[in-house]
């Protein structure tokens, strides 16, 4: 116990919860996980994915919901083809941070014989050449490129073509709100050593494997 000024002020120990002050010995923290693994990954080591990353500086920025995002496609190789207003790079390096959402199941074996073929020939297309079509930040842009390649894909297998908005509320935003939930708690580790989960929002983990589109 401290007094300053009059007014007495209680010290938390180590070994007492910082919220209600009830020792931490008995509550079986050696069942706790020591450590969570980041919801980032390196798109260079994986394949086949729509890879999300700050459209700026992707090695420093994070993910805090305020950075522009760039995406983009890997190959089975794990080049990451994107749309740029230069036209489509295939980055080799640049990518190690980011979200990464599967696109193909392991045991696709003919579709991923075929992926890197129709990745190239997707981006040599018109469609994404300067000299033909302008960028746009609205309508013509990385984005438009990913979802444009997802859904010629699926059209070969005989599957129908996702939108904008079922695809983005099905694939990605599951992905982004696990890095946001990650961000927070690391953020909060970093600056008060614990954080406190309210239990009272009305919110759930997902629990859910995530789904490919093929």
Known sequence: MNRRGGAEQRTTREDEC?????????S???????????????AHKTSCCLVVAPAYNNQDTDFDGTSDLHTGISSTKG????????????????WERC???PLVRPDMFPLLAQWDQYLERFA???MWDPA??????DHH?????????????LAVEGRSPLTRETFTQTFILPKMRRVSKYTTLYQNIQKHQYYMVNRQDGS???????????
């Open 141 to 153: 842009n990385c984005f438009s490129f990913c979802l444009c390649f997802i859904n010629g894909v």
């Open 79 to 94: 080049v990451v083809f994107n749309y740029t207003r230069g036209g489509v790079r295939k980055d080799h390096t640049g």
């Open 99 to 101: 979200v990464s959402v």
């Open 132 to 137: 033909w079509h302008r960028f746009d930040q």
């Open 124 to 126: 040599e297309g018109p």
């Open 28 to 42: 079986r923290l050696q069942e706790a996980p020591v450590s969570l693994p980041s919801p980032l990954t390196n």
């Open 18 to 26: 910082p919220s209600c002050a009830e020792e931490l010995r008995g």
């Open 204 to 214: 759930q983990e997902d629990t859910m494997g995530q789904p490919e589109a093929f």
